[in-house]
Every structure is written in C-alpha cells, then in structure tokens.
C-alpha cells in the first residue's frame, strides 16, 4: 500500500484517498488526473473498501482503457480481465449484451460504424424516393446523432418547419430499419441503454448497488446523454469520481458540453473540489507556451500549472515553403533525435486535418522510418477488410442489410441491379430483410441469390463448432475473396489485410481470454452460452451482483463488436518501434518525448470552419492547447506558405496562436519573415523567399525525369506565359514554383497544372 501512495503529491494524495462522495478534480494538462484514478482504483480495491467488481471506469478512448488495466495489474496482483473499464459505447456494449431481450435487440445485435450507417441512409433515401442533394445523406446522419446525443427519440423532436418535419420522418423511418435489421449505431449504444435503465427500476437499482464507485477521465468531453447516463448508474448512492480540465474540452462539435461540469458539481453537491497544480509532464518553455496561449481564452475555470523540472529547451518554429518541404524537414529532425537516442514511438507528429497526413506519410515511406498512424483509416475500415467483416456478420446476424448488400455480388457471382431490385421490393413488401426475402424471388435471379443464401448457410454449419480464428480462415476461403484479389494488379496487400483479419482474430481471442479457464470478458465457451448466464429476478435478468461478468456473446460476436468500436490500427505494425502520425484529436491523454506540431496557419489552425461559429477559435485554442502539453522534452511547431489541400493550392498566412505564445520561449528556425512580395526576377525572387540554403536544397531534390527543368519557360491557360522558378518534390508529387510575370509567382501541381513549352 505504501508503494501505491508514496509516489503522489500531497494533493495527489488527497484526491486518490478521498471518502466515497462526489468528487471533481479540476486540473491542467499533464497534472497526474490519469494516474490519481488509476491509483484511486487500486487503492480502494486493495483497502478492500470495494471488489473489482464493484467499479466502473470511464475512459475516453479503448487504448486508455487498456492501459489502465495494465497499470492496475502492475500496482496489485489483479486480474483486470472482468472488471467494467471502457469507453461509453464499449460499457454499453456490455449492458446491451447482458440485457437484449429488455433491450428489445436481437441476441446477435451488430454495432453500425459510421460508414455503414452513412451508406444505409442513402439506401435509405432512395428507396423512399427522397432528393438527396434536398436531403444530404450526411446532414441527415449529423441531424439523427445529434438528436441521440441529446437523448432525443423522433417523436421527442420539435420539428418547426416542413423541411424539419421530414427529417424527424426519415429519422423515425431509419430507426425502424435499424430494428428490422438488428443493427445499432454508435449514439443508439447509449441511447438504448439510457432508456433500458431508466425505464427498468430494478435493473437500474441493480447495477446502482453493483457499481458503487464510478470513475470518469476525460470529464470535459461528456455529451448530454453521457452525462445523464452517468446519473442513472449512479443514482443517489454512487460515488462519481470525475476528472477533467475545461481547457481541453475538444469535442463540442460532437455534442459534447463542458457545462457538465458544473452541472455536476451542483447537481450531485460536489463537496470535494480538488486541483493539481504541478505539471510533471512537461518542461518550463513548453509549459510557459501553454500557459500564456490558452489566457486568450475568455471562458476558463481558472486553473494554474507550474513545473520542477526547470526551463528546459526552447520551442522550435519552422517555417516551410512548401507542406513537402515541412515534411522533408519533419524527417530530417526526427533523424537526429533518434541519432540522439530517441526511440521513435517517442516521437509524435500532430495535425489539425486527416488530410496533411498524406504528405508527411509519403516522406516518411520515402526515408525508410517506420511509422504508424492512429485514427485515419481504420484497419477495419479498409474496403477488403469490410468485404471479410461482412461475411462473418451474415454468420452471426443475416438480417443486416448493409452487409447482405455489400458481399451479396463481392465477388461477382452474376446478381444484377435488376435481380436486387426484385429483392428489395419482396423486402419491402413483407417488411422483412433482404436475406429472409430472397425465396419470394423467382427465375434467375432467385436462383443466383439461392446460391449466395447456401454459400453463407453451408459456412456457418462448417463453422460451428471451430475457434474464432479458425472459423475466420474458412470464411474467408468460400468467400471467394482471395481468389478475386489475386486477380487484381494491387491485390497483393489486399490479400495481406485479409490475412491480418484472421491475426486479429487470433491476437483477439488471446487478449479477450476466449477459450481460457479465466473467466472470458465478453465471451463464453458454447456450452457456458446454454446455460443461464444471468439471474432473473422479478422476471428481470440481473447480474448477480458479484458475479464477474455477464457471459452472452459470442466469440463471434464479441470480435465484430470490436471491429466496429476498436480503432483497430494494422496489426502488422504493432510492436514495431515506430514514429507516431496522429491528429491532435486522437492525441488526448498521450504523451511524447518530442512533439511536432505541423500546419499551423490561418484557416487550417484554427480551422476555418471554427471562424463562422461562436466560441470556435476558443476551441481551436483548446486544440492548440492539448497539442502542446502532449511533449515532455521538446516541441516543434511549424506552419508552411503553400500547402496543397483538398487538390487545391493554398497560399497560407502564419497563425494567429503564434502571436500569443511567450516569444521568450521560442526560438526560430527559420527567418522570421512576415510576408513574400514575389518580384519580377524569378530567381532573385526565389531566393528572396527561402533564403540562399534553402534553395540549394530544394535544387538538389530536383528530379529530371518529370519533363521540366528549371529555367524553362512555359503557357498556362489562365496565367499565361512564366518561367519555372523551382521544382520541388518527385513523379506523381512534382509542383513548380513559376514566376507568371504579373499574375505573380505561383506553385503548380505539375500533374494537374495543363502547362506547355513555349
Ligand atoms: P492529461 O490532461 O494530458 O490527460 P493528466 O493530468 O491525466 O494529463 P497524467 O497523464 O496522469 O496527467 O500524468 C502526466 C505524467 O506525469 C505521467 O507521465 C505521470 O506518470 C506523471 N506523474 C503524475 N504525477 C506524478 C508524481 N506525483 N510524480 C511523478 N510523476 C508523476
Ligand atoms: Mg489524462
């Protein structure tokens, strides 16, 4: 117990023992929040003040919730397997699982990701002949979630106009469909077990004795319907723990509500307000940098963080001419610090935008540093992988549509739109799915669909009675989807993801302890799935209170749930030391030796779209905020004069979040020049803007096979005549800097720019 306390300050101290009462810690970036209830967790568990099953954790991503069962078990010999730790839609997984009949879901209920749910709206609309560009599928979704997150059925929704009206209809109409099909999206998770508790009073008082202890991180970024979830697990006994820091809530536009924190505090008669105030995470000059950028924002709770560890180095800022030039310069950095000893997965590279990774990712590929991005495409996301994953969801659940649809002609077996259509029409006239509807076809097409029907049919009986993994290899054989990809020109990774599907399984099914005589977390063997797994009380099917988990899923299940709710990054890459790409969005909670921070002009951070709404340059600030007090030793920070987004050239002005940063703890790399004036002379001009070095640096990555050299003077259609100024970058990323005389200099993707000799 001694080990457990004695390395916390006093402060620290007092929060991790406090009586079981209500409680918020209010503090700053890297103040210890996570390890106080990480450490709360374990001190109450080994004062025997609760049993593990008495806890119930809220982290804000799966990855948290992973390391805080790894730091469990290293604080006390525990096994974490069983114990209520996860994400909001991960716990109600669980809930939903344990309760599908109450829940009114089918036993095999497959979770939506929000690709499925995107592309079932539009199937959606246009089978019941509604203009989409009237109606955006996308806008619908946004309007549909936000109503859930807000805790809203269709029937709840004010409508206060025609055009709102028929959203509220399309949104009632998509909630059937999901129920037909057995299929819940990711706000539906929680909403449904909102609903489930509170309507439920004994399955509410039951987990409200069970979880006497609720531990939320990342308070902050509660939305509403978290938030009232919260306090129905809670009711008026339950001790919430919940730490957070106004200054990083980030996820408004997701619905989430910062006021929740004071809600809470009034609400539930706070009485154990606790602030941390020393910093251990980062040093003078990056903390100062925090610091003085987020007093810009107006509305604060007011917090203040200081630091031991001394000033430490000075922020770097770079200006880049270019985003490759940025990337080009991110790589040489990072050279030198892992020359310096730095272990790469040390090392995080931090966007505003999915979209700048593409850049940074082809340097990168290009110098042979390994590399791993979290949270841009999914691995589960990758078109092969959803043809595998839809297979095995027609194992488990036939009724879903959107995977009936995806594989039914994947890989061709001569099914039409024409036979579809028949389909759909016999599905909408029983009201019955799309499997279940393909007897009442006739001719050839009932007979093609006869024969997907069998191909899924005979593979769930050859399954049976096979391990997960097993069972996923086999899928993947009749489903004919190697076949096909070896077929194809770039089908050689392809087939490789697809084989990574039956690794996960297997990683899968270890990690979750399928099979094992510890009890499983989410899953059974088959003959613990025929027993009774749950207690019935006054008809309702409860936990016994201390039994360890609810056994209902699956093996099967259970994996295709966390396809659909992990970030699933390639397996692949997993143990290997590797450099971080992620957004500062998924960068929440982490930590890094050294940090760059990339992109930092007006319009991409803070974005433009948080310059039209209230309150949104305070939110880019928060972004900025966390971005910077992810580093621990060393921060870089840059922003470039061009950048091409989105297939368009942008000429980009620095940040604003520059001018409000301590320009004594920053040091600059570059020339701190304010703006270019391009002059008629190319070349004067040219070195004008990158300062001679630069130039030869960029003279020296020329590559001559482009067709274009520099000096060469060439016709645009819009800008007339110029000279070519510089080249920089290769092949398919070629752009030339081209003095047009008095149109101006201008940077031209050398693919899409029509130039021509002259
Ligand atoms: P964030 O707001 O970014 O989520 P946080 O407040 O949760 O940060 P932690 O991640 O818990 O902060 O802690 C930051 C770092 O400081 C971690 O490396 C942690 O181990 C370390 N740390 C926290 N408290 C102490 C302490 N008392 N002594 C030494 N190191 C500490
Ligand atoms: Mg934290």
Same mark, same amino acid.
């Given at each position: 117990m001694q080990n457990l306390l004695h390395n916390l300050n006093p402060e620290q101290l007092a929060a991790v023992t406090l009586p079981a009462q209500?409680?918020?810690?209010?503090?700053? *970036? !890297?103040?210890?929040?996570?390890?106080?209830?990480?450490?709360?967790?374990?001190?109450?568990?080994?004062?025997?003040?609760?049993?593990?099953?008495?806890?119930?954790?809220?982290?804000?991503?799966?990855? *948290?919730?992973?390391?805080?069962?790894t730091r469990l078990s290293a604080m006390m010999p525990i096994n974490t397997r069983g114990m209520w730790i996860g994400t909001f839609h991960g716990l109600c997984n669980r809930l939903l699982r344990a309760h599908y009949r109450d829940a009114a879901l089918?036993?095999?209920?497959?979770?939506?990701?929000?690709?499925?749910?995107?592309s079932m709206i539009k199937r959606l609309l246009k089978a019941n002949n509604i203009d989409d560009e009237k109606y955006p599928p996308r806008n619908l979704m946004y309007f549909i979630n936000g109503a859930k997150d807000q805790g809203l059925r269709a029937s709840a929704v004010e409508a206060f106009d025609d055009y709102n009206r028929k959203m509220v209809e399309l949104y009632e109409i998509y909630d059937q469909q999901c129920q037909r099909e057995g299929v819940v999206d990711f706000a539906e998770l929680l909403l449904r077990t909102y609903e489930l508790l509170s309507r439920n009073q004994p399955l509410r008082e039951h987990y409200q004795s069970r979880f006497r202890h609720i531990l939320v991180d990342e308070f902050q970024d509660t939305n509403d319907l978290q938030y009232n979830w919260l306090k129905l697990m809670a009711g008026t006994q339950g001790a919430v723990f919940a730490v957070g820091d106004d200054d990083q809530s980030i996820y408004a536009f997701r619905g989430a509500n910062v006021g929740n924190m004071s809600a809470f505090e009034r609400e539930f008669k706070v009485e154990n307000l606790i602030k941390l105030e020393q910093n251990y995470r980062s040093h003078g000059h990056i903390l100062d940098t925090a610091n003085t950028l987020i007093a810009n924002n107006s509305k604060r709770l007011g917090k203040n963080l200081h630091t031991d560890a001394g000033h430490g180095e000075l922020v770097r800022i770079y200006e880049a001419t270019s985003d490759l030039q940025e990337a080009?310069?991110?790589?040489?950095?990072?050279?030198?610090?892992?020359?310096?000893?730095?272990?790469?997965?040390?090392?995080?590279?931090?966007?505003?935008?999915? *979209?700048?990774?593409?850049?940074?990712?082809?340097?990168?590929?290009?110098?042979?540093?390994?590399?791993?991005?979290?949270?841009?495409?999914? %691995?589960?996301?990758?078109?092969e992988v959803k043809h595998a994953i839809a297979y095995l969801q027609l194992m488990d659940n036939p009724h879903n549509d959107s995977a009936f649809l995806r594989v039914v002609n994947?890989?061709?077996?001569?099914?039409?739109?024409?036979?579809?259509?028949q389909l759909q029409d016999a599905a909408k006239q029983y009201g019955i799915s799309l499997y279940a509807a393909v007897p009442y076809v006739t001719g050839k097409a009932g007979t093609s669909l006869g024969a997907f029907i069998k191909l899924i049919e005979a593979a769930r009986f050859e399954t049976q009675n096979l391990p997960l993994p097993e069972m996923v290899q086999v899928v993947i054989d009749a489903s004919g989807l190697i076949t096909h990809y070896q077929n194809e020109k770039e089908g050689a990774d392809r087939i490789e993801n697809l084989e990574q599907v039956v690794s996960a399984a297997t990683l899968f099914v270890s990690e979750e302890g399928f099979g094992h005589d510890a009890p499983a977390l989410l899953g059974p063997t088959s003959q613990q799935m025929a027993g009774p797994a749950i207690v019935t009380q006054d008809g309702v099917e409860i936990?016994?209170?201390?039994?360890?988990?609810?056994?209902?899923?699956?093996?099967?299940?259970?994996?295709?749930?966390?396809?659909?709710?992990?970030?699933?990054?390639?397996?692949?890459?997993? !143990?290997?030391? *590797?450099?971080?790409?992620?957004?500062?969005?998924?960068?929440?909670?982490?930590?890094?030796?050294?940090? %760059?921070?990339?992109?930092?002009?007006?319009?991409?951070?803070?974005?433009?779209?948080?310059?039209?709404?209230?309150?949104?340059?305070?939110?880019?600030?928060?972004?900025?905020?966390?971005?910077?007090?992810?580093?621990?030793?060393?921060?870089?920070?840059?922003?470039?004069?061009?950048?091409?987004?989105?297939g368009q050239m942008r000429f980009n002005l620095k940040s604003r979040f520059f001018e409000e940063m301590p320009e004594d703890s920053l040091k600059w790399l570059s020339p701190k020049v304010q703006q270019h004036h391009w002059t008629a002379h190319p070349k004067a001009a040219w070195e004008d803007a990158l300062g001679a070095g630069t130039n030869q640096i960029a003279q020296n990555i020329v590559k001559k096979d482009i067709g274009w050299r520099i000096g060469e003077s060439v016709a645009h259609a819009k800008f007339g005549e110029g000279v070519i100024v510089n080249i920089e970058g290769s092949g398919g990323n070629a752009r030339a800097h081209i003095n047009f005389g008095r149109h101006g200099m201008k940077l031209l993707d050398l693919s899409v720019a029509k130039l021509e000799k002259v």
């Open positions: 209500p409680a918020l810690i209010l503090a700053g *970036a !890297g103040s210890g929040k996570t390890r106080v209830l990480t450490t709360r967790i374990a001190w109450l568990i080994q004062t025997g003040q609760v049993s593990p099953a008495g806890i119930l954790a809220v982290t804000f991503t799966n990855k *948290a919730a992973k390391e805080m069962m089918p036993q095999t209920f497959q979770i939506l990701d929000s690709q499925d749910q995107l080009q310069w991110i790589i040489e950095e990072a050279k030198s610090l892992i020359a310096e000893g730095a272990a790469r997965s040390d090392i995080a590279v931090l966007y505003r935008s999915n *979209a700048q990774s593409r850049v940074i990712e082809h340097a990168l590929f290009s110098s042979g540093i390994p590399y791993r991005v979290y949270g841009g495409q999914r %691995f589960f996301e990758r078109a994947f890989p061709t077996r001569g099914i039409g739109a024409r036979s579809l259509e936990l016994d209170a201390d039994a360890p988990l609810p056994v209902v899923m699956s093996p099967l299940s259970a994996f295709l749930s966390h396809a659909s709710l992990e970030a699933g990054d390639n397996q692949a890459q997993a !143990g290997q030391d *590797a450099l971080q790409l992620m957004t500062v969005h998924s960068a929440k909670g982490l930590e890094f030796d050294a940090v %760059f921070i990339t992109g930092l002009e007006e319009g991409l951070f803070p974005h433009e779209n948080s310059q039209k709404e209230e309150g949104g340059v305070e939110e880019e600030r928060r972004l900025m905020y966390v971005a910077i007090t992810r580093a621990k030793r060393r921060l870089y920070i840059s922003f470039s004069q061009t950048r091409m987004l989105h």
